[in-house]
């Protein structure tokens, strides 16, 4: 569904806590080992954002922070973030590490693991949609509105969900070349290679 598309009956995405977006890991931390996990939920802040901000008050490049993917800018996402313990301790600890986040994030939850966190280590996202009724969704039945959800989730089960929220975003099962060609010209002038993975994955 693209941020284009208005259902007839309800409105999609119109506040930000109308689309909430977690991150599940294939291996959850289970408070052992020598990499410092922490799950945060932001806002109005892409994942950039933040490895940007966490860059700059701590001295330290992107590369020394794990991550698994993007997250949007405008919705209420929940992601993992992770940082050896070695780091952490040159940078005066984990204590300071969360003091320093938690003033551009919601810290949810934090631990220990062996290995810090890879592009390939999300299991999937978990996802929190509200829809919020049109003038016309007051003008008729709620039953007949419980058909209309109905048929959409039928839909969405046979064709998926296409999640596309700018150049961060492309849907490969979508036959849009010029779109692919774009990202692809536009990799090419990232100077950071991590960066360029990350932001076309």
Do not use: C
Not at 120 to 137: C, G, S
């Amino acid at each position: 569904m693209l941020d284009t598309y208005k259902p007839k009956y309800f409105n999609f995405k119109v506040k930000p806590q109308d689309f909430i977006v977690e991150e599940k890991l294939y291996q959850n931390p289970e408070n052992e080992g020598h990499v410092f996990y922490v799950l945060f939920e932001k806002k109005f802040q892409n994942t950039f954002d933040i490895l940007d901000y966490l860059g700059k008050n701590l001295n330290l490049q992107r590369k020394r922070f794990g991550i698994w993917g993007l997250k949007d800018k405008f919705w209420i996402t929940r992601q993992w973030i992770s940082i050896y313990k070695r780091t952490l301790n040159s940078r005066w600890g984990a204590k300071n590490f969360l003091k320093i986040l938690s003033k551009r994030a919601k810290i949810l939850k934090t631990s220990w693991w062996k290995q810090l966190l890879k592009v390939w280590d999300n299991k999937w996202n978990l996802f929190f949609i509200r829809l919020r009724p049109t003038v016309k969704a007051k003008k008729v039945k709620k039953s007949f509105l419980k058909e209309q959800v109905a048929l959409v989730l039928k839909d969405i089960q046979k064709n998926g969900f296409p999640n596309y929220f700018g150049i961060q975003r492309f849907w490969k099962q979508l036959s849009n070349p010029q779109i692919g060609l774009e990202l692809i010209q536009w990799k090419r002038t990232i100077s950071n290679p991590i960066e360029a993975q990350f932001k076309v994955q």
